[in-house]
């Protein structure tokens, strides 16, 4: 028996030609569980590579390969994976015009004039840069402190990390919370975010919360409010400037972030940034997404301590879309059309009850899943940090 390369190389491409499209797929598929949820997340993410896979296979059947069947079968594989592929990256520039339609209704026409013009300089140039794709967003130089304690709440440690600009100065505030269904996570996510808005000139604070389901709701929200008092009266060590601050959070932390900025006694909050974050849990329990990879009720139960029957009231009281009842600071809300943890339609409702009374702009991503921001350089994150720099400069840098 005889070793045949060409059959041999012609087995391989067909085996990776089909996992190419099985990886393209999850673009359109909605994911059963958490498994499947990080391929859902991270394909539409790196779709121009996927589409470059598939086009190399299709390139390799219609030229290499000799044996009509797999010849075929690679061809109608990486068929479907570049139109898969192809419907994210066709749909860029009229995603991209429909954001920045949404955020001159929000801000105003001229709201980029109201940028000095030495922040606007800093910015990205682009919504999308396929070169910032591949070779990566450029993070620039900042100084970093870890560990820092702001809090013991009966004996757990509660610490924050800190992202200066590389020059002394004094620089507006940006309070970063993270996500991870209240349940996990820590200051560590989202360095690269950090790092970069850090070194466009804000001190960036990410901030630490107690988990469910040992801690329930209110104790998020208290380690919020610790917070904030805590950076407030040292903002001077920080070089942070305590009149100019913003909440930023992802989900389970775009939840506390609405919740701290929203309370009427709040500190002076200039912005929200709300990436995909819960903003009604009673209707987020009565509906849960299909399918449900992270078993909303359950998350809801272990956060608030009961499901909606037992605990109606704090249901209530924990949802952010029940404080729109006196001015709010703007809010910029930014979701993925393809979400199965928080869907889109909430982040529209909360958008449509903000903007009759208070300043608001929502963004929404057509391919983005729930966490579409994990890939730093993903495609749906360049467009979402393209106008949160924009919106942080006009919340903090308006003249």
Known sequence: MFFKPKIFLSSVALLLSLATLFLSSWIILPAP???FLTLAVGAPEVSPWLFLLNLLFLLLSLFYIRRRKLQRLVCIFSLIGLLICGWVLINIPPTQM??????????????LEQIPPQVRAKMQIYPFNLVNFFWGIPL?????????????PGGMPLKMEVYQPPEVGKYPAVVVIYGGAWQYGNTHANTEFNQYIANHGYTVFAIDYRHAPKYQFPSQLDDVRTALNFIRKHAAEYEANSERMVLLGRSAGAHLAMLAAYQADAPPIRAVVNYYGPVDLTEGYKTPPNPDPINSRAVLKAFLGGSLEELPNRYQIASPINYLTHPLPPTLLIYGSRD???QARFGRQMYERLHDSNTAVFLEIPWAEHAFDAVFNGVSN??????????????????
């Open 33 to 35: 569980n958490m498994f």
């Open 98 to 111: 429909q954001m920045a339609k949404a955020m001159k209704q929000g801000l105003g026409a001229n709201y």
């Open 140 to 152: 620039g130089k900042t100084r970093h402190q870890k560990d820092i304690l702001f809090a013991s």
């Open 340 to 342: 199965h943890l928080v």
């Open 382 to 399: 360049q467009l979402a940090l393209y106008y949160t720099e924009r919106f942080l400069a006009w919340a903090l840098f308006r003249q």
